[in-house]
């Protein structure tokens, strides 16, 4: 029987994995941004090749495995030790299969030597860290997402503090690499340890679950290809039809995005779970919470996407430098208009997973790998030749495939009233907008912190004056938590 579910652990559990998220991004910004100045445009831009190749390659390692591992030990923690076993041996035998597999692709396209050596240490890297995901997806079965947290911070620190004096001392693309994966073996050592607090007992693995974890995580699988392909295709064709300096300068634009875009991720992770049960139990208040959570992340989006593009100059200067990465402004000003989409599907996308439509718009997500496949053999040369540089065309195809994928998800959501109350969210986006467009172009002699924080003062000021933000957003939270009180009472007295 399943322990009582505790809402100040669920509370602290939210409120770590929100904290750590904190420490991990900035410190993620600080490593990329001494790779960049240190080894340059080149080797930072076969970083990002080959570790966007591995990772697609380590989704059929990992196998879904963190979904389905936690999963299992959730319904079954006396089976831990073995679900764990069965994991760990699964993956050490698909690894083997699936290096194989990624260097011989790489030697298929005739990519370097220096690409194949990034290639190994980045598969040596995401080896240990698929380890250490099946300890953390255990820990997340016995509900410990405070140790999850500390894990991820921990390997985070690790990373950093081995990764950049190798960098600033002159190690290369090879000893930067190799001091990732050792930070990683470090990280899988520390999750042993973390776990065996729990004393799970023999580790021992069981052909039973190795099929059981085998079907389960099949799903996940296509799911994950559909949003992993993608970017693959992206670098790889960036990578053959433009110069090595340009693959950087785009590798450079979408590293910073992860840091954009943290409201948006922070907000649908709080409120999936809700999302998916007012679904089935009160459509009516799903629609509101849906609707008026697309109106304040949308307010958001249009404030960092301006603030992205009015200021995509100093944000390449401080982390890259622009003597380096000078074109990369240029790959980030396009990618303004995918921040603003994605905060918009994010939201979206939840929605359709909540109403049970996900293979629908796995489909959609499809024909982004379509655009992307299309569209960058036409963009890619032409922004080569037009610009010196092609990753202007990868950025087009990106903001492209997003605006499919806004307009599929309004069209498996129009029966659900959520899209048209953010009409009323119009208004005050494009008077906030204009506000932060001219507190930006007045101050611009000034440094440009002045001009970031003043601007943004001046979006919210706007916003709030016109109503932008109101206590329909803090009723709505406050009813569904109160909902959450009462169901839970009533499943504890029954």
């Not at 035998?93 to 240490?121: Q, T």
């Not at 954009?260 to 629609?287: D, K, M, S």
Request: hydrophobic share 55%; net charge positive.
């Amino acid at each position: 029987m399943s322990p009582n579910v505790n809402p100040r652990n669920l509370l602290r559990n939210t409120l770590f994995l929100v904290l750590s998220q904190f420490v991990t991004m900035p410190m993620g910004v600080l490593v990329n941004a001494v790779l960049a100045r240190k080894l340059g445009a080149d080797d930072f831009g076969l970083i990002y090749l080959a570790s966007t190749m591995a990772g697609l390659g380590f989704l059929f390692v990992d196998w879904g495995q963190q979904a389905t591992v936690a999963a299992r030990v959730a319904l079954k923690r006396e089976e831990a030790a073995e679900t764990l076993a069965t994991s760990l041996a699964l993956k050490a035998l698909s690894v083997v299969v699936v290096s194989a597999a990624l260097i011989l692709c790489a030697w298929f396209l005739g990519y370097s030597r220096a690409l194949f050596v990034a290639l190994a240490l980045t598969i040596v890297q995401q080896a240990f860290m698929s380890l250490s995901a099946s300890y953390a997806a255990v820990m997340r079965g016995f509900e410990r997402l405070d140790w999850v947290s500390g894990l991820n911070m921990t390997s985070t620190l690790l990373s950093a503090a081995m990764v950049i004096p190798v960098a600033l001392l002159g190690g290369g693309l090879a000893g930067t690499l190799s001091a990732q994966a050792v930070a990683a073996l470090f990280g899988l050592v520390i999750a042993q340890l973390l776990l065996s607090r729990l004393s799970l007992g023999r580790l021992l693995p069981t052909a039973a679950t190795a099929r059981r974890l085998l079907q389960t995580g099949g799903g996940f699988v296509v799911f994950g290809l559909v949003l992993a392909v993608q970017p693959y295709v992206d670098a790889v064709i960036l990578s053959r039809l433009a110069p090595a300096e340009a693959v950087g300068w785009y590798a450079a634009a979408r590293r910073l995005l992860g840091t954009l875009i943290f409201p948006a991720t922070t907000i649908g992770f709080v409120l999936y779970p809700t999302v998916v049960r007012l679904f089935h139990e009160n459509r009516e208040r799903f629609q509101a919470l849906v609707g008026s959570t697309l109106r304040l992340v949308i307010l958001i989006g249009v404030c960092a996407s301006l603030g992205t593009y009015l200021f995509a100059g100093y944000a390449i200067q401080v982390v890259y430098s622009s003597k380096g990465f000078g074109p990369a402004v240029a790959d980030l000003q396009v990618l303004a208009v995918f921040v603003f989409l994605l905060y918009f599907t994010m939201i979206l996308g939840q929605a359709v997973a909540a109403s049970g439509k996900q293979l629908v718009w796995a489909g959609i997500q499809t024909l982004c790998i379509v655009v992307s496949a299309v569209g960058d053999p036409l963009l890619v040369p032409y922004c080569q030749r037009r610009f010196a540089n092609g990753g202007l065309g990868v950025c087009i195809s990106t903001v492209v495939s997003e605006i499919l994928m806004v307009a599929g998800a309004m069209i498996l959501l129009r029966g659900e009233n959520v899209i048209r109350p953010l009409v009323s969210a119009i208004v005050p986006a494009i008077a906030a907008g204009a506000a932060m467009i001219g507190v930006a172009t007045l101050l611009r002699p000034f440094h440009p912190l002045i001009g970031i924080v003043a601007s943004c003062l001046a979006y919210v000021a706007v916003v709030i004056a016109l109503g932008g933000v109101d206590r329909t957003h803090l009723a709505l939270i406050k009813d569904v938590v109160n909902m959450k009180s009462r169901k839970a009472q009533a499943t504890g007295s029954a």
